[in-house]
């Protein structure tokens, strides 16, 4: 992929940009009429998003702010940028409206695509290569893309680290990417990543688990949770049997009813006995004699009146008694047969009771047990809680257990896998001494004061979870911009890396900012360097520079001549000042 222009639609927005083989500059110069004036804030970052807005990026911080002033009508314009796959030419169109869409044009008309599709088509046709052995998926553009266009975020640290090129994604992830960009089989460290990121999506499931047991049923661990999952499962079966006691007493369908009936009924049978006692009481009764006189003595006091008087008295009374005991005896040959009848309607009663008795007090018992729970609606409810819990603590039990013994699956594989990368570093050596021929020959054209200094190398490291290790070093001497430079070096590395190779990777490469800290001498001898390959290979090194910085220094010293500011400007596609911003406004 080579870059030939970009622009807008309409024109205005922004200074039509072409570019050109070999170093493009995006050069900030200093107001001649106020020298005083900051370069910063003029517009070439900005320039730059704009670039990889048409490239599927997000609207960067600075894009939002100028379309969120509305000084720039933003809205209205589309973004144009034209590109070469193959001698083949594209033009990608982005309105700044409708960034939910791309428009693709590659000679046979303008076609929309929604950026999720554009990206998948952008990826193949600037980073797909069928030689190569490893993994690589169409949805990676928005992770490929930015290594080779690499701008200050900002008020952030950039450049900082040569391999974490993307902020917030760690290394682990990128290093598959690398990799790729190596034309270094990949599948491995993309087998990692998997392994590690389902590691660490299990602990953090894992930990879910536990922070929902623990705050749903106050336990602390999975241990308690087990007890306490006895425990639901014991009062279960305990509610459980008071519901088949209430369904054993269906037939009573009114329990309180039915124990009056036979309350009722007991009541009945007991008056009756009593008035049936109280009869056999009194036949009882009828059938005794009650002389409670002495005849003799009551003879004896008429006797002392009238002897013969005395003897009738006698007499009549005498026969008095004998008719009495005459009559009580026939009496009660006459009530024994009633008392008989009486005696066993009682008993009878007395037995039908105490089956009634039994009957209700069977009752009470049910009652009781309902007077406990309420009514069964609630029982069933409680059993439904409980039940409720049961599935959901031993769902969540059960998930633990399928979790952790994942875990320790991966974790096993993890292990394994170490082995094998051991084993595949060991083989890939021809590919790093390669790299490290090209690597080791842009450095010492840029720091020739310390030549053969420089160490790259790919590394295992089980103490590190990308376990594969990209390791670039250079002396300690080189404390002012060492970071950059390390950047700088392994990136053009890359770039140049693909050119050779003829791999399916972008010929350009873009660099904000990189050169802040970073010694004159060494901004000379590279773009000296990359001069001389511009004669024989087809790139594009596109990079910001301010006038002031390593530029404010007049004196570049010898190979220099062609680096004052005023051929830089002469030489840069895009120029900007104080006076002559991007949008004429500070973003």
């Known amino acids: 992929m080579i870059l030939k222009k970009i622009y807008s639609e309409p024109t205005g927005l922004f200074p039509e940009v072409t570019f050109k083989k070999g170093v493009n500059f995006i050069f900030g110069k200093k107001d001649a009429k106020n020298s005083k004036k900051s370069l910063n804030g003029i517009g070439k970052s900005l320039f730059l998003d704009i670039l990889d807005f048409c490239l599927c990026s997000n609207l960067s911080e600075r894009l939002k702010r100028a379309k969120d002033k509305k000084i720039i009508e933003l809205s209205k314009y589309v973004a144009v940028l034209e590109f070469d796959v193959c001698d083949k030419t594209y033009v990608i169109k982005r309105s700044f409206d409708k960034t939910g869409n791309l428009s693709l044009n590659s000679g046979d008309g303008d076609r929309l695509y929604k950026i999720s599709e554009a990206k998948e088509l952008l990826c193949d046709l600037i980073f797909k290569d069928d030689s190569y052995n490893g993994k690589y998926y169409s949805q990676w553009f928005r992770k490929l893309i930015p290594f080779f266009v690499k701008i200050q975020p900002p008020k952030k640290e950039n450049f900082s680290d040569p391999l974490s090129y993307i902020q917030d994604v760690k290394i682990m992830e990128l290093m598959q990417f690398h990799l790729l960009f190596l034309g270094i089989d990949n599948t491995l460290s993309h087998k990692n990543f998997q392994i590690k990121s389902d590691l660490k999506s299990k602990g953090n499931a894992i930990d879910g688990v536990r922070k929902y047991i623990e705050e749903t049923y106050g336990l602390k661990n999975i241990s308690d949770a087990s007890n306490e999952l006895d425990k639901l499962s014991r009062e279960t079966k305990s509610l459980e049997n008071k519901i088949k006691d209430f369904k054993l007493a269906d037939q009573y369908k009114d329990s309180e009813q039915s124990s009056n009936i036979l309350t009722s009924k007991i009541k009945n049978l007991i008056y009756s006995n009593y008035t049936d006692d109280i009869k056999l009481k009194s036949y009882r009764e009828s059938s005794k004699i009650n002389i409670d006189f002495d005849v003799q003595q009551i003879a004896k006091i008429y006797g002392d009146i009238n002897e013969i008087l005395g003897q009738n008295v006698k007499r009549t009374l005498e026969d008095a008694i004998s008719f009495k005991k005459n009559l009580a005896k026939s009496r009660e040959e006459f009530l024994k047969e009633e008392i008989e009848i009486l005696v066993k309607t009682i008993k009878e009663r007395n037995e039908e009771i105490k089956g009634l008795e039994e009957e209700r007090a069977k009752i009470f018992k049910f009652l009781e047990a309902k007077e406990a729970i309420k009514d069964l609606s609630e029982a069933f409810l409680q059993l439904s809680g409980k039940q409720e819990k049961i599935n959901e603590l031993s769902g969540r039990i059960g998930l633990h257990t399928a979790l952790v013994k994942e875990q320790a699956e991966l974790k096993m594989e993890d292990a394994k896998l170490y082995s094998e990368i051991v084993n595949f570093v060991e083989s890939i050596r021809s590919n790093e001494s390669e790299i490290r021929a090209i690597f080791a020959d842009i450095y010492n054209s840029i720091y020739i004061d310390y030549k053969d200094q420089s160490k790259f190398s790919i590394l295992t490291n089980d103490r590190k979870d990308q376990k594969i290790e990209i390791s670039i070093k250079f002396p300690s001497d080189l404390s002012k911009g060492k970071n950059q430079g390390r950047t700088l070096v392994y990136?053009?590395?890359?770039?140049?890396?693909?050119?050779?190779?003829?791999?399916?990777?972008?010929?350009?490469?873009?660099?904000?900012?990189?050169?802040?800290?970073?010694?004159?001498?060494?901004?000379?001898?590279?773009?000296?360097?990359?001069?001389?390959?511009?004669?024989?290979?087809?790139?594009?090194?596109?990079?910001t520079l301010n006038e002031e910085g390593i530029l404010s220094d007049k004196n570049f010293g010898q190979g220099a001549e062609n680096l004052t500011s005023q051929k830089i400007e002469q030489e840069a596609v895009l120029v900007l000042t104080p006076e002559k911003k991007l949008f004429n406004e500070d973003f």
């Not at 990359?530 to 596109?542: E, R, T």
């Open 491 to 543: 990136d053009l590395a890359v770039l140049f890396l693909g050119i050779k190779s003829s791999r399916n990777l972008p010929r350009f490469l873009v660099h904000d900012g990189i050169f802040d800290g970073m010694d004159k001498a060494h901004f000379v001898h590279l773009c000296g360097y990359l001069q001389g390959l511009s004669n024989s290979q087809d790139f594009q090194y596109i990079v």
